[in-house]
């Protein structure tokens, strides 16, 4: 790919246009799953799940159900014909439970009937005959039992013992790490149309059409050529809808093949909620080995993984905690562990950041603590573990952070400095010197973040392009649209390379049948892989149309110049209309199926160790707070966030990403709280109870800023920077500082024990414990 | 008003400045009718518990301009007579409103599934508000969610959209209201008077007294219930009075939130405050005083802020006339109240300020806005010559009901309120309470901050700033 490294000015890409679908979307015209035209005899269905987190299923007896009126069909285990399997990564995931339910929720069967209200009643009314068995409903009571969903995953570097064993001062801790709701506006949906010959198209908002292609054909025991999936636009996925999308698929195309009729299955929240997995919940205990001066001398970390009831994506979701459990910081010798514990809990999936944001707030906790163990300034605690810029140390999986490409300093100095951090440390301090009933706090933490998944082979991409007679350009790659803006990013890419005008790229549904065996759009990768299948697409058509128009103007095709929609050879031109009838004309192909694999990226998953990520994102964040010690109550007063995107393909785009991360990270961290009962009930199940950022939870004061001239070090898209997931660890500061009024309650030297999420009371009670342990100090 | 009593099988509305005249069940929610019935689909179901704002429209019932409303917890049968906007109704001559403007070109929109329900949330504030200040925009924004975009480019697009100018279309003529519609089963009375309230009341104990919707309504939502017969509050003049002397305000049992928020503005700011943090815009469009202590939900913000206030309840019955009781004694059990089969709540009369008077209210919560209490904490005072002469302390959140704090009362009288008396009153907090753990807080963390409650109360009346979101 020939493109200047240093920041250019672009015709298309690099500029803020707005989302391809906002005109629609403010006038309610854009048009989501459930708001697609009915066809006639289209049926409602809704999922039958367990009351019970344990239990032996002895019988199920839809007949009440089936006597209501207006339902059509019930469907459960045994009414599947092909294969009664979901699993994502590893089989013997059943899309229904057949003798044993293992989780409060656990799908048994659908109902269909003609109306979603009808579909939802009978759903109620099917009678299980479950004889309960004792749950496991915590991560400890699994460990201590042995109950897991797969083998530990050990990342080992150097020798950690003898780095321990020498170690000048050891730190020992905990943290309980909360789990995370998607909370995506539209819940889960999908509408199956059976066609002829067993056919089958699929209306599903997920992620990852392939799967839930290659997941319905195997559960109809057809083949993957029988199913089409369509997404044009999820409302909203954050890896909610990358592997969970296919139970809701599947059982509607179940229900559809049962009754010849089109069949759509929409979730309640509360259903949706109840049966569909989330962040993983973890508790992280570590054993640190530093120097006098906090510099990490030997590290070992074991995390607690909640994986619930399958594996589901638990085991790349530990192995990103794993490998960002370094965070920024040299570790010179590692023990990472991570164990899949196996809960009578929902199975937990992928979720923004997919296992990172617990490694980093695990390590960042450890930092946190050296420094105010050693009572030393946090900052400067940071600062001698970063991954030298001179120095390019390597981490503990191997990867090398290459010194030309380590933006570590620069993004935390320039922030530092633009959020003028020395003067409100000190007028922190001075405040809660005072003593006061409503303390503040200030914490900076930075994030490298690895892009690419960790499993090689996901990282693929494909794109189909057809320009047509009158100029006009059709789109099509294998991403999927959530809100992130990745369609528009993906025109602005094909549109730059024609320099034509973004209006004259047709943004087109993601379907398999144009581009097939696609990756999820997931781990922050969809503009970085679809951008360039797409970029290789547009540029092989590019090359053709150039030959033509130099047969046209009789001079060599080095000399063609696509410019502001016309095509130019010296002081002559055509416009990219009249080329492309041209083309035709010339019996040229004006289509091309585009494809792209990360170059220089290899893993080995036995080992976990190998370079995983093509390239790292920086960014950091400082976040000022002020809490409440009587009460537990917070609030972010101002944050400040620098983040690198490399050349943004669209900073308003980015812009948007990395704001609303932030909030969901602070969501994570703060008010959103799962709440699980004795009996292993989800009580959190709806807005009412489970609490996401509003409005005025935004920080009061908030400064988002991306690094500027910072073209990526790697060939990718235009030299831009996946954004989707990385700024939600920002959000770790927010926590951090939250920790640092916590701190000013107790005697120096002591190190606050707060839980994540820092929801009141677990600010309260950590502002009690710190100011009890003081008492006991003194 | 005609005596003939209006009846059909239709529920007739103006939709999108079009009569309509819909044939379904009065119990099928607003939007149920909205996209199964009229076939518009910007309006989305983003919860089905009136939280998250995706299914927000523009109502207007009677005179006043049209208010933001929740159309999953709504039912068909508050439709009746009234205008509904949805966002398909919002474009003038096909050109988008200035919120529409703003809201495309800021950035407002990701995902785009809550953003109909923003704009209309915004139309609502804007048409009422010309200039709203930013926190004006919050309140307005406190009962709509959106997981992408961290709010801030719709908060700015409320003030682009303002700056622009945003008109209020003249209004429609709004249908008579029936008096009846009977639809597949389900049956809705609108009576407009209190003898035909008690009326009906007493031939149907079994019916559900529909005020404001936004609890019941949640049941409705989620297809827990039928309702096959509803007797609504909305049109009985006697419950939709607001009455004021010098002494006390007296509010019928069918006035909104909204409007008793805008009544006591000024005798009560802190109640103005607790109220701006009840439910949202949306909710406090709807929801009624009646409704909220009728529930008798012992979370509810309203009873312990109007127990503390000192306020009486009226009840009535076709056989036994009315009663007045004191509101604390309203509530028995979890539940449980005092008011019988055939009796409806009328009214609450809630005494106003008086010289030497004080009073709080404070809400803990997870989250500011549009949370319901972990604990509430009410607190009303008479001082003379540094002294408390007397008191009501009120707790949500703490017992089966809403309660007073009759130990905690008894150690402040008659001393000044200060470290000590606010000490000596914590002690006995346990002799009041015994609170419950749940997913809003422990029971450890309710005693606890039941007791910082007075702290602050202490530390508030004296000046300090006591709450983090006043900084």
């Not at chain 1, 997919?354 to 050296?370: K, L, R, T």
């Not at chain 1, 189909?464 to 059709?474: A, E, F, I, T």
């Not at chain 2, 049968?77 to 096909?94: F, I, N, R, W, Y």
Request: some cysteine; overall charge negative; proline content about 5%.
């Amino acid at each position: 790919m020939n493109v200047d490294v240093k920041s250019v000015q672009r015709a298309v890409v690099g500029h803020g246009i707005a989302h391809d679908s906002a005109a629609k979307q403010i006038a309610g015209e854009a048009s989501y799953i459930d708001d697609i035209a009915e066809l006639p005899g289209t049926l409602h269905a809704a999922l039958v799940i367990s009351p019970v987190a344990h239990g032996k299923l002895k019988g199920i007896d839809p007949s009440k159900a089936l006597a209501m009126p207006g339902v059509a069909a019930f469907v459960a285990a045994g009414d599947i014909p092909g294969h009664n399997d979901v699993g994502p990564i590893l089989p013997n995931e059943p899309l229904f439970a057949e003798t044993v339910v293992e989780y409060v929720g656990h799908p048994v069967g659908a109902v269909a009937a003609t109306t979603y209200e009808q579909a939802v009643k009978a759903a109620r009314a099917v009678a299980l005959d479950i004889e309960e068995l004792e749950p496991v409903l915590d991560v400890e009571a699994a460990h201590a039992a042995g109950s897991y969903v797969m083998p530990p995953q050990i990342l080992i570097e150097g020798d950690v013992d003898a780095a321990l064993a020498s170690a000048e001062r050891i730190i020992e801790g905990r943290l309980d790490i909360g789990g995370q709701d998607h909370f995506y506006l539209e819940t889960h949906i999908g509408y199956a149309i059976p066609g002829e010959d067993g056919d089958m198209i699929v209306h599903s908002s997920t992620q990852h059409p392939t799967e839930v292609q290659h997941h319905v054909a195997h559960v109809l025991g057809g083949l993957a050529n029988s199913v089409d999936v369509f997404t044009r636009r999820m409302g909203g996925g954050f890896g909610g809808k990358e592997s969970q999308a296919t139970i809701i698929a599947a059982s509607a195309a179940l229900l559809a093949r049962k009754t010849g009729k089109p069949v759509k299955l929409r979730l309640k929240r509360s259903a949706d909620m109840t049966a569909t997995g989330k962040r993983h919940d973890m508790v992280a205990t570590w054993k640190a080995g530093v120097d006098a001066n906090g510099r990490i001398r030997g590290l070992e970390i074991e995390y607690l993984a909640r994986a619930g009831n399958t594996p589901d994506l638990t085991g790349p979701v530990i192995t990103r905690t794993l490998t960002h459990s370094d965070n920024s910081y040299f570790i010179p010798a590692a023990r990472f562990t991570g164990h899949a514990c196996k809960t009578n809990t929902v199975s937990n999936t992928a979720f923004r950041g997919f296992g990172g944001p617990q490694g980093i707030i695990g390590i960042e906790a450890v930092i946190d603590q050296i420094a105010r163990e050693l009572r030393l300034d946090s900052n400067a605690v940071r600062a001698v573990n970063y991954y030298g810029p001179e120095t390019g140390e390597v981490t503990p999986y191997g990867q090398a952070v290459e010194t030309h490409q380590n933006r570590l300093i620069e993004v935390t100095d320039a922030l530092l400095a633009s959020s003028e951090w020395e003067r409100r440390r000190a007028e922190i301090d001075a405040h809660n010197a005072t003593d006061p009933l409503l303390r503040r706090g200030l914490a900076m933490m930075p994030v490298k973040f690895g892009i690419s998944f960790n499993l090689t082979s996901l990282n693929q991409a494909g794109a189909l392009v057809h320009v047509y007679q009158d100029g006009s350009v059709h789109l099509n790659h294998g991403g999927t649209e959530m809100g992130q803006g990745l369609f528009m990013k993906v025109a602005q890419v094909v549109a730059e390379v024609f320099q034509i005008d973004i209006d004259q790229v047709k943004i087109t549904a993601t379907t398999t049948g144009k581009v097939p065996n696609t990756s999820a759009t997931a781990a922050s990768t969809g503009s970085d892989l679809n951008g360039m299948a797409a970029y290789n697409a547009a540029t092989a058509i590019r090359g053709r149309m150039a030959k033509v128009a130099a047969d046209h103007f009789d001079v060599p095709a080095e000399e063609i110049v696509f410019r502001e929609g016309r095509v130019h050879a010296d002081n002559r031109s055509v416009s990219f209309g009249e080329l492309a009838k041209m083309t035709w004309a010339a019996r040229v192909q004006l289509s091309e199926a585009g494809y792209y694999a990360t170059p220089k990226i290899h893993w080995d998953p036995k080992t976990l160790k190998g370079r995983p990520f093509f390239y790292y994102t920086y960014g950091a964040a400082v976040a000022e707070v002020a809490i409440d010690t009587l009460t537990g109550e917070s609030r972010c007063l101002r944050a400040d966030l620098l983040q690198d995107c490399g050349a943004s393909l669209n900073p308003a785009i980015d812009l948007g990403q990395i704001e609303g991360a932030f909030v969901q990270g602070m969501g994570w961290l703060t008010c959103e709280e799962l709440w699980w009962d004795d009996k292993g009930r989800l009580r959190t199940v709806g807005p009412s109870t489970y609490k996401i950022p509003g409005s005025r939870d935004v920080p009061r004061e908030f400064n988002v800023a991306l690094l500027e001239n910072a073209p990526n070090g790697e060939e990718t898209v235009f030299r831009s920077k996946a954004v989707g997931e990385p700024p939600l660890m920002l959000a770790v500061a927010v926590w951090l500082a939250i920790r640092d009024a916590v701190a000013s309650c107790g005697a120096p030297g002591l190190s606050p024990q707060l839980k994540a999420p820092a929801t009141p009371e677990n600010i309260l009670d950590a502002v009690d414990d710190i100011r009890a342990r003081s008492g006991k100090l003194q | 008003m005609t005596d003939q009593p209006r009846t059909s099988d239709s529920i007739r509305f103006v939709l999108n400045g079009k009569p309509v005249a819909l044939a379904v069940r009065p119990d099928t929610t607003a939007l149920d009718v909205i996209r199964n019935h009229a076939g518009l689909t910007g309006t989305k179901e983003g919860c089905a518990e009136g939280d998250c704002g995706a299914c927000t429209v523009l109502l207007r019932r009677g005179e006043g301009p049209r208010q933001a409303a929740n159309a999953c917890i709504m039912t068909a049968a508050q439709l009746d007579g009234t205008e509904l906007t949805t966002v398909e109704g919002l474009k003038q001559d096909g050109v988008l409103t200035p919120v529409q403007d703003a809201m495309a070109s800021n950035g407002s929109s990701q995902c785009g599934f809550c953003t109909p329900g923003i704009v209309m949330a915004l139309t609502g504030l804007l048409e009422k508000a010309a200039d709203p200040e930013e926190e004006a925009i919050h309140d307005a924004l406190a009962g709509n969610l959106c997981r992408c975009t961290g709010y801030r480019p719709i908060v700015e697009a409320a003030k682009t959209a303002a700056k622009a100018g945003v008109a209020a279309p003249s209004a429609a003529g709004l249908p008579e209201k029936q008096t009846e519609v009977s639809c597949g089963g389900s049956v809705l009375h609108q009576p407009e008077t209190l003898d035909q309230l008690t009326a009906l009341r007493a031939a149907y104990p079994d019916a559900v007294l529909l005020a404001g919707g936004t609890d019941l309504g949640v049941a409705r939502a989620d297809y827990h219930s039928d309702w096959d017969r509803i007797i609504s509050t909305a049109q009985v003049g006697e419950l939709r009075a607001i009455g004021e002397t010098a002494d006390a305000w007296t509010f019928g049992a069918a006035v909104t939130w909204e409007e008793i928020l805008q009544a006591v503005r000024a005798d009560y700011p802190s109640l103005a405050t607790l109220i701006r943090r009840f439910g949202s815009t949306q909710i406090r469009a709807m929801g009624t005083v009646g409704g909220n202590i009728g529930t008798a939900s012992p979370i509810g913000d309203g009873p312990p802020a109007l127990i503390a206030l000192g306020a009486t309840i009226t009840l009535a019955s076709k056989a036994g006339g009315a009663r007045t009781l004191p509101l604390e004694d309203f509530f028995l059990d979890y539940r449980k109240t005092e008011l019988k089969p055939d009796e409806v709540i009328v009214s609450v009369t809630v005494p106003r300020p008086k010289a030497g008077e004080e009073f709080r209210v404070y809400k803990l919560s997870k989250r500011y806005d549009q949370d319901i209490s972990t604990v509430c904490g009410a607190f009303w005072l008479a001082t003379e010559g540094g002294k408390v002469t007397a008191c009501r302390l009120a707790y949500g959140g703490m017992a089966a009901i809403p309660k007073r704090a009759k130990a905690m009362e008894n150690k402040l009288l008659d001393r000044p309120l200060d470290r000590g008396s606010v000490s000596e009153a914590i002690e006995a907090l346990s002799e009041d309470f015994s609170p419950l753990s749940d997913w809003r807080g422990s029971a450890a963390y309710r005693k606890k901050t039941a007791a910082a409650l007075l702290h602050r109360l202490a530390r508030d009346l004296a000046g300090e700033i006591v709450e983090v979101m006043a900084l």
